[in-house]
């Protein structure tokens, strides 16, 4: 992009700055290297790299900016034109504006220059335009490109003479309505474009392009100057349907500056004025939409040093660096609490305020050595040491991690609606403004169907057995729209199927994956963080579970962990899943940072004695509360503790099932007499019967 080195000189002092050297040097150093340095004339034309990210720096004011900051010297303002006269009835008396899309257009502004005369731009407008490859057109197309090149506000003047009703109103596209643009091509707008209407048709493409039936002419009397704020991403697929690219949608784009609509209008409208004569209306017509939220953020100086590693950086330093670039900051002991100008549409967190303070500073100045280390290979973000911890837990447990698309349908997911409530997603999915796939158009709540899907993909292809998981983020909880991280849950999910292995020294015989492999597999997981005996499961029911085959896993603190359940024969048609599926989730954000505390025990030398205990208990009796029951009877050399069968059926009591328990018993410093285990199970056995009901 152009830039014009007499007309920076308006807004810095480029001779304080080191001249055209100078300044080429300070940009590089901000991070818009000048590609290309060329004269013209007595002036230099600078060839800058601008960064999508950096919509602000498009105009001579923006890029003068970062230079005075980058200098160390305070901008300066020429009046780029005299005062116009104003006369007459003001600007609200003669038009209004009704804005029907307040979150797509955020304002609209307006000036009216009335009785100008046919006749070129002042000279310096002209020469200024033509120097930066622009065409020269006529006094009031001047004076909006020049606004553009000088603001990096878009502007667009109105023949007012032209507008049905005198008025404008902002408004979505009526389905089938046509609008001739200023290229002379006749557009059809869909239903999703904004335009600016008059009282009955629409007479611009909103953000990118005017309308050539009320476009300024030579016999034009009369001017309407509109600039305004419209949506970035409304503006890129209007201009990506109708194939159009232009200075105004490149830069509406990426993101305007909402606060300089009424400097752009009151340069534009000096300069019609000055080179077209006329007088300008009173008043600024200033037609608010939505607000926008001021965006706020803190700096610490211990980031700050943490991330540049340069000790000598200051709070004063960033404080004052923070100020020239247009932020306002107020200091707080050792971190500064700053607001983002409207401008900087790309800062956003703590570590861009970083950026922003070591371009002021120069990153030639950073010491070129790594900063100190924590230990090797160390992980700080809490989360994501969750996170590695649990994929080694998965890993260990006999899974491969497979990784899925972020996006999906809600139809996809309302199998698993249960779940998304009981895990604290929202109610309504994010949507994506431009999805990649029509049919996924949202972004997922959980990660279940994806590792289903792939699960059903490796049996399809020749697998007997499958064992995945997936950790990743779901898009489902309630947040706010200035913290993006807070609409996210980290979760891992995983499915088995087919013949299954629970552990590696087990035979490879093919044995069928069943509910227990699965809940053994979440607390693999867990263990590292949760011991199973801390964990409470309890049935669940969801859509995409089989009935009855589901159990949701609780902390001690009742809150929602984790679910396991067989994946319900509607669901494995609907992805054609070949075998008995089993999958879980487990919530990471729930999970404790520290873990469970490591606890050492020696192992034994001695063998352990099994000892079985049969039992018929009533159905609804969960298995949770039998095994708390068993452990807390303080049974002497209990090591281990499992269910090894449940039977309902004939023989056994309606309402009541048979289940067999198995227990090992260890001695640490000898080995054990059978007479010893017989009389703790015998304890237990008379226990349960008295406690729990159950029948020997």
């Known amino acids: 992009m152009k830039f014009s080195l007499e007309w920076l000189d ?138 553009l090149w000088d603001t990096g506000q878009p502007l667009h003047a109105f023949d007012f003479d032209k507008l049905a009703g005198g008025l404008l109103i902002v408004r979505k596209a009526r389905r089938g309505e046509k609008l001739v643009t200023l290229d002379g091509v006749e557009r059809e707008l869909a239903a999703s474009d904004v335009v600016v209407a008059d009282a009955e048709r629409a007479v611009s493409l909103a953000g990118v392009m005017g309308g050539l039936d009320t476009a300024v002419t030579a016999e034009t009397k009369n001017v309407l100057l509109e600039a305004a704020w419209w949506d970035p991403v409304s503006v890129r697929r209007t201009a990506r349907r109708h194939g159009l690219h232009t200075d105004a949608s490149h830069r509406f784009e990426r993101g305007a500056d909402l606060e300089a609509i009424p400097a752009a209008l009151e340069l534009a409208a000096a300069l019609v004025v000055e080179g077209s004569g006329g007088a300008l209306a009173p008043g600024l017509l200033d037609a608010p939409g939505a607000p926008f939220r001021t965006r706020r953020t803190t700096l610490r100086l211990s980031r700050l040093r943490e991330l540049s590693g340069d000790e000598r950086l200051t709070l004063e330093f960033a404080e004052e660096a923070l100020q020239r670039l247009g932020f306002s900051v107020e200091r707080r002991g050792k971190h500064l609490n700053v607001s983002i100008p409207l401008f900087r549409v790309d800062v956003r967190r703590e570590e861009d305020l970083v950026e922003e303070v070591l371009r002021v500073w120069g990153y030639d100045r950073l010491p070129s050595r790594l900063p100190a280390a924590r230990g090797p290979g160390a992980v700080l973000e809490p989360l994501r040491v969750i996170e590695e911890r649990a994929a080694d837990a998965a890993a260990a447990a006999g899974l491969f ?47 279940l169907p994806g590792v289903i899907e792939a699960a059903s993909r490796n049996l399809r292809h020749g697998r007997a057995g499958t064992g995945l998981f997936e950790i990743g983020r779901g898009f489902g909880r309630p947040g706010e729209a200035s913290a993006p991280e807070s609409f996210e849950t980290r979760r891992l999910a995983f499915a088995i199927a087919g013949s299954w292995r629970s552990d590696w020294s087990e035979p490879p015989a093919r044995r069928e994956a069943d509910f227990f492999d699965a809940k053994g597999i979440a607390e693999a997981i867990l263990a590292p963080f949760l011991p199973a005996e801390s964990l409470v499961w309890a049935p669940f029911s ?36 070949p075998a008995a599926a089993f999958a879980g989730e487990i919530l990471l954000d729930v999970l404790p940072a520290a873990g469970a505390p490591a606890k050492f025990r020696p192992y034994s030398e001695y063998p352990a004695i099994e000892a079985d205990l049969s039992f018929v208990q009533r159905r609804d009796l969960p298995w949770a509360e039998i095994a708390w029951f068993v452990r807390g009877q303080g049974l002497a050399h209990l090591e281990s503790l499992r269910l090894l069968d449940r039977y309902e059926g004939p023989g056994v009591g309606e309402g009541k099932i048979k289940a067999t328990i198995r ?29 729990l009901g159950a029948e020997l």
């Open 10 to 147: 308006d807004h810095v002092d480029v001779a304080a700055a080191g001249g055209a050297a100078g300044v080429r040097r300070l940009l590089e150093q901000g991070g818009l290297p000048a590609e290309s340095v060329a004269a013209s004339g007595s002036d230099t034309i600078l060839d800058v790299e601008i960064t999508p990210n950096r919509p602000d720096a498009m105009g001579h004011r923006g890029l003068a900016r970062d230079v005075a900051a980058l200098a160390g010297i305070a901008p300066r303002e020429k009046p780029a034109a005299a005062p116009p006269p104003v006369s007459g009835e003001s600007v609200e008396q003669l038009t209004s504006v009704v804005n029907q899309v307040p979150r797509l257009c955020r304002r609209f502004g307006v000036r009216l220059v009335r009785g100008i005369r046919n006749g070129p731009a002042p000279e310096r407008v002209r020469s200024r335009l033509q120097r930066l490859g622009a065409k020269a057109i006529s006094s009031a197309v001047d004076a909006t490109n020049y606004g």
């Open 401 to 447: 991690e497979t990784v899925s698309f972020p996006f999906a349908a809600a139809e996809e997911e309302a199998p698993f609606h249960e779940w998304l409530e009981a895990s604290g997603a929202a109610k309504e999915y994010l949507d994506l403004a431009d999805p990649l796939d029509e049919g996924r158009r949202a972004l997922r709540q959980t990660l």
């Open 542 to 577: 969801a859509g995409g579970f089989a009935r009855g085959r589901a159990a949701v896993a609780k902390n001690s603190a009742d809150a929602v962990v984790a679910v396991v359940g067989a994946v319900s024969d509607g669901e494995r048609e609907k992805r054609r899943v």
């Open 663 to 691: 227990m090992a018993f260890r001695a640490a410093d000898r080995t054990l007499e059978q007479e010893e285990v017989n009389r703790e199970v015998q304890r237990l056995a008379r226990a349960l019967a008295q406690n």
